[in-house]
């Protein structure tokens, strides 16, 4: 008896893993998208990782390329490509990357006054909260746009690891509109 619950255990578990390792149940790619190749980037600045930046590659020539791909940079400033957010890896080309690190600070009325469920005094509260709350780039704001950004990378058959430099430290305050 005691051979066959083993049996049966081993025979499941052979099934599961078989059924894992498929892909059954994972989001299948579009038929119209080109193969990814496995892709990481890993982002500086002054030569120390730099983390939790966003990063993105995008065509230049081409602003309309449906395939968006991109990530965020891990603690060591290693960002794994990811296409459409989903899919792992990125097509092949060249890319202009854009490399942004956004921060937001939490106002104190946010962190100590609940919002009021009055219209006028919510309305109030909104706009006490966004004229204390300030937003700062940490990345030279010239790498957060596709236009401004010499960071690039060619994405070839294969596995694709570069390093970009960011540059300085910087802490840039973005200026909120505020609707009152």
Do not use: H
Request: proline fraction near 6%; charge should be negative.
């Amino acid at each position: 008896m005691r051979a066959t619950i083993s049996s049966a255990l081993l025979a499941t578990l052979v099934v599961v893993v078989a059924v894992l390792s498929s892909g059954c149940g994972g989001e299948k790619t579009p038929p119209d998208m080109p193969k990814l190749q496995p892709t990481t980037i890993i982002v500086t600045q002054e030569g120390k990782p730099c983390a939790d930046a966003d990063v993105q590659l995008l065509k230049k020539d081409d602003p309309a390329y449906k395939w968006f791909a991109g990530g965020t940079t891990d603690a060591n400033g290693a960002c794994v490509i990811k296409t459409m957010g989903k899919f792992n890896g990125a097509p092949e080309g060249d890319f202009t990357v854009v490399v942004y690190k956004t921060v937001r600070t939490e106002s104190e009325t946010r962190k100590n006054v609940p919002q009021p469920t009055d219209p006028a005094e919510a309305q109030k509260w909104v706009a006490k909260v966004a004229e204390e709350e300030k937003e700062f780039d940490y990345v030279d704001v010239k790498y957060k746009r596709v236009e401004t950004s010499d960071l690039t990378i060619t994405v070839t058959k294969g596995k694709n690891e570069t390093t970009l430099e960011v540059g300085p430290a910087v802490q840039v305050e973005n200026v909120l509109t505020v609707r009152k």
